[in-house]
């Protein structure tokens, strides 16, 4: 009986990929599945891991955040075993995908990650999305990790505003200098 569950909690997570516009991080999935009490946490982490090692998703770290993708095999093997899974769960996820769509796409929308490099400097890499392209890329060197987490940490308050400082000095014709004879 408990791997009859453990199976609709992976199909869950199948559907979840497969209907979301965008990329869902691990707890986007923590937030809905537990949300509505389908299951405890380490059940989900149970789950998570068998989803894993069957090669149904595929699991990518930026940070502290882990990112799903479905692959697919997890595209097969939701085909074969959505019957299994209540429609009303279907509309459930449905009407919650609609309803936080902004959110979900917000929240997946700006990245940040630090690495050290062999010289013993930190690189930053700050990226903002929309609608799965990269809106602009930045990669700044640090001296220390803890400078690489700050800036890490900051994007995600600052991103629009140093997105549009950017972008306005690129743009902005008014302080080009013309030419004198």
């Known amino acids: ?5 453990l199976t ?8 979840m990929l497969k209907r ?9 999935l923590y937030d809905f599945i537990l949300g509505n009490e389908y299951t405890t946490f380490m059940t989900l982490q149970e789950a998570f891991g068998e ?23 997890g595209e097969e093997a939701l085909h074969f075993f959505i019957g299994q899974m209540n429609p009303e769960i279907r509309l459930q996820i449905d009407a919650y995908l609609k ?6 796409r917000n929240e997946s929308s700006l990245l940040a990650d630090y690495n050290k490099r062999s010289d013993g400097q930190y690189v930053a890499r700050l990226i903002a999305k929309e609608m799965g392209e990269d809106l602009i890329n ?16 900051k994007w995600h308050d ?3 505003e140093i ?3 950017i972008a306005d000095q690129l743009l902005n014709d008014s302080d080009s200098k013309t030419d004198q004879p």
């Open 8 to 15: 609709l909690y992976k199909i869950i997570v199948l559907y």
């Open 99 to 104: 309803e936080n769509k902004i959110k979900l």
């Open 163 to 165: 997105y549009s400082y």
């Open 51 to 73: 989803l894993s090692e069957q090669k149904l998703i595929n699991e990518r770290k930026e940070r502290n955040r882990t990112f799903l993708e479905l692959t697919e095999a």
């Open 138 to 153: 930045i990669q700044i060197t640090v001296p220390t990790e803890s400078m690489a987490d700050q800036v890490c940490a």
């Open 20 to 28: 979301s516009d965008v990329e869902l991080s691990k707890s986007q």
């Open 1 to 5: 009986m408990a791997s009859q569950y």
């Open 158 to 160: 600052k991103s629009t």
